[in-house]
T-cell receptor, first 110, second 113 residues
């Protein structure tokens, strides 16, 4: 079992739909990152959070430390949101060692 | 500053050859990280530097892999005697020290034939 699990693996949505991507982790982490990866490989950091909730535009990220669970929400989804979304936990005691989920491939249809 | 820069973007090499990749981090960042990503998988941690010191190495980093950051600025990742299993995207990221946001480069895609 991976230390960071994401669901779903693949997600297809219609433009305008509300999207939720889930991330569960089984190890102690000091922070959790949500990343966006487009075809070609480039990764963009969306959020880093260690508690509560953060919002940026149409994106919202939440984390529940007790339940070891985080969610990424996209409101009013758009085809340009199509990408792979990856969550990654920073392992306690290791400043460099991010543990990544396998990613959720999102496709938003017009 | 244009962000984290990696060169080359693509590299095709024959099995057994040595390859070297370069990463130029965001200039103010003292931490630099290397990750590897194979097709359909999330990235995996390889190593990281704080300034010129290599502070942590993954067990994935076999003896054929070596990384340096001689002046605490750019870093190189060398793979000796490449194998087909080394084919992957090699990602570099940089950040300030502490639990801060990491910024990623575009990656170097290595294909070993």
């Amino acid at each position: 079992k991976n230390e960071v699990e994401q669901s779903p693996q693949n997600l297809t949505a219609q433009e305008g739909e509300f999207i939720t991507i889930n991330c569960s982790y089984s190890v102690g982490i000091s922070a959790l990152h949500w990343l966006q990866q487009h075809p070609g490989g480039g990764i963009v950091s969306l959020f880093m959070l260690s508690s509560g909730k953060k919002k940026h535009g149409r994106l919202i990220a939440t984390i529940n430390i007790q339940e070891k669970h985080s969610s990424l929400h996209i409101t009013a989804s758009h085809p340009r949101d199509s990408a792979v979304y990856i969550c990654a936990g920073r392992r306690w005691g290791s400043q460099g060692n991010l543990i990544f989920g396998k990613g959720t491939k999102l496709s938003v249809k017009p | 500053d244009t962000g984290v820069s990696q060169n080359p973007r693509h590299k095709i090499t024959k099995r057994g050859q040595n390859v070297t990749f370069r990463c130029d981090p965001i200039s103010e960042h003292n931490r630099l990280y290397w990750y590897r990503q194979t097709l359909g998988q999330g990235p995996e941690f390889l190593t990281y530097f704080q300034n010129e010191a290599q502070l942590e190495k993954s067990r994935l980093l076999s003896d054929r892999f070596s990384a340096e950051r001689p002046k605490g600025s750019f870093s190189t990742l060398e793979i000796q005697r490449t194998e087909q299993g080394d084919s992957a995207m090699y990602l570099c990221a940089s950040s300030f020290a502490g639990d801060t946001e990491a910024f990623f480069g575009q990656g170097t895609r290595l294909t070993v034939v």
